[in-house]
């Protein structure tokens, strides 16, 4: 059996004739940036994450640029964050100039370790990007008591967390800023790159409007330097009718989860949900000894079941940030995490049959 770990297909097949039509129309009129589709999926997503204003922009990455840039963030400024995901939390915070802080994660939830984050305060710190890994929400309670003491802004990577919530509201409504990530694979994806700033603050919305459009306030007339980074109409469209279907989506993730929980624990660590939280498994990751990871995954691929690891060096170890002067053993969570960590198949489309065939191989394995 053959079983890739995400299947993008199935949903373009599933929404064929809507996404078609509505691809086939924006064609038509070639009105192909900021239109109304851009506009009416800004007021959708702002809606859906309970949120005054959502800011689409070209990538997740740009987000949590822009983001950065319109709370001021730059040169000489310091951005804590956890070491524990992609390279685009970091590289964000390095683009605008900032200098990341990485701070250990918890072992349990693979997020940002909130006890750990007030040691690494220093007066140059701006600002905390949580990040939400897998979709598993940080502890929004204490990262925000942490920030309102130390006068830190807070942004959301949301990027893997779309839908998802910590007591009860959405993840993404939290911060002075909620990013996400519409890239093919998330759990809201596009037909390519595109993204999106969510926040309640009138005055950051502006300013973001105006950095994704060359900080112009009307044509030619350019009140800040800015970017050209905007989120276009077709993508608008085929997110709006996709969205209508994520709830469905996020249970059947869920579901999925449950079964592999069941069927799984005892024999490796199955994801421990944050207090509070709603997980919307992005991916499901389990836990096994450092000498079986690496066998395991082995076998799984052999078998046809695709299986990878998220992520396999933390981002303090990554060659281009050699000049923070970390050495193995600084964040050791992380790096353990690192090690001992694998991604099984999970997507809304997953069949039991297929997903049985993946637990048997894992057990297998394991016993
Ligand atoms: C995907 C992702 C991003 C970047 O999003 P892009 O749309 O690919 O630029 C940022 N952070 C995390 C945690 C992600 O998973």
Same mark, same amino acid.
């Given at each position: 059996?053959?079983?890739?770990?995400?299947?993008?297909?199935?949903?373009?097949?599933?929404?064929?004739?809507?996404?078609?039509?509505?691809?086939?129309?924006?064609?038509?009129?070639?009105? @192909?940036?900021?239109?109304?589709?851009?506009?009416?999926?800004?007021?959708?997503?702002?809606?859906?994450?309970?949120?005054?204003?959502?800011?689409?922009?070209?990538?997740?990455?740009?987000?949590?640029?822009?983001?950065?840039?319109?709370?001021?963030?730059?040169?000489?400024?310091?951005?804590?964050?956890?070491? /524990?995901?992609?390279?685009?939390?970091?590289?964000?915070?390095?683009?605008?100039?900032?200098?990341?802080?990485?701070?250990?994660?918890?072992?349990?939830?693979?997020?940002?370790?909130?006890?750990?984050?007030?040691?690494?305060?220093?007066?140059?710190?701006?600002?905390?990007?949580?990040?939400?890994?897998?979709?598993?929400?940080?502890?929004?309670?204490?990262?925000?008591?942490?920030?309102?003491?130390?006068?830190?802004?807070?942004?959301?990577?949301?990027?893997?967390?779309?839908?998802?919530?910590?007591?009860?509201?959405?993840?993404?409504? @939290?911060?002075?800023?909620?990013?996400?990530? @519409? /890239?093919?694979?998330?759990? $809201?994806?596009? /037909?390519?790159?595109?993204?999106?700033? %969510?926040?309640?603050?009138?005055?950051?919305?502006?300013?973001?409007?105006?950095?994704?459009?060359?900080?112009?306030?009307?044509?030619?007339?350019?009140?800040?330097?800015?970017?050209?980074?905007?989120?276009?109409?077709?993508?608008?469209?085929?997110?709006?009718?996709? %969205?209508?279907?994520?709830?469905?989506?996020?249970?059947?993730?869920?579901?999925?989860?449950?079964?592999?929980?069941?069927? $799984?624990?005892?024999?490796?660590?199955?994801?421990?949900?944050?207090?509070?939280?709603?997980?919307?498994?992005?991916?499901?990751?389990?836990?096994?000894?450092?000498?079986?990871?690496?066998?395991?995954?082995?076998?799984?691929?052999?078998?046809?079941?695709?299986?990878?690891?998220?992520?396999?060096?933390?981002?303090?170890?990554?060659?281009?940030?050699?000049?923070?002067?970390?050495?193995?053993?600084?964040?050791?969570?992380?790096?353990?995490?690192?090690?001992?960590?694998?991604?099984?198949?999970? @997507?809304?489309?997953?069949?039991?049959?297929?997903?049985?065939?993946?637990?048997?191989?894992?057990?297998?394995?394991?016993?």
């Amino acid at each position: 059996m053959k079983i890739p770990i995400m299947d993008l297909g199935f949903q373009y097949r599933q929404l064929k004739d809507d996404i078609d039509n509505a691809i086939k129309e924006i064609a038509q009129a070639s009105r @192909f940036v900021l239109g109304k589709e851009t506009r009416d999926f800004e007021r959708d997503m702002a809606n859906y994450c309970g949120v005054k204003y959502a800011v689409g922009v070209a990538s997740g990455t740009d987000a949590l640029i822009l983001s950065l840039t319109a709370l001021g963030i730059k040169d000489g400024d310091e951005v804590i964050t956890t070491p /524990f995901t992609f390279m685009a939390t970091a590289e964000a915070i390095s683009r605008v100039g900032a200098k990341p802080v990485f701070v250990d994660i918890d072992p349990r939830t693979y997020n940002i370790d909130p006890a750990k984050i007030k040691k690494a305060v220093t007066p140059r710190a701006k600002a905390i990007i949580a990040v939400h890994l897998y979709g598993n929400p940080c502890d929004m309670d204490d990262i925000s008591k942490i920030a309102k003491q130390y006068k830190l802004k807070v942004i959301e990577d949301a990027a893997q967390a779309i839908g998802a919530t910590y007591k009860g509201r959405k993840i993404g409504s @939290f911060g002075d800023a909620g990013c996400l990530s @519409f /890239f093919p694979s998330k759990n $809201l994806g596009a /037909f390519g790159d595109a993204g999106m700033v %969510l926040t309640g603050n009138k005055h950051i919305a502006e300013e973001l409007r105006l950095l994704r459009v060359h900080g112009s306030v009307s044509k030619y007339r350019h009140t800040v330097i800015g970017f050209n980074s905007r989120l276009d109409n077709i993508q608008a469209a085929i997110l709006s009718i996709k %969205l209508r279907k994520l709830d469905a989506w996020t249970e059947k993730r869920i579901k999925l989860a449950g079964r592999y929980d069941s069927t $799984l624990k005892g024999i490796a660590a199955t994801p421990r949900v944050q207090d509070g939280g709603k997980h919307v498994y992005h991916l499901y990751i389990i836990r096994v000894k450092q000498a079986e990871r690496d066998k395991l995954l082995g076998l799984l691929n052999e078998n046809g079941i695709e299986s990878r690891v998220y992520y396999p060096v933390p981002l303090h170890l990554q060659e281009c940030y050699k000049g923070l002067g970390h050495r193995d053993g600084d964040l050791p969570e992380a790096e353990t995490a690192a090690l001992e960590t694998l991604a099984l198949p999970l @997507f809304p489309e997953l069949g039991i049959k297929e997903q049985n065939y993946v637990i048997e191989k894992v057990r297998e394995f394991l016993k």
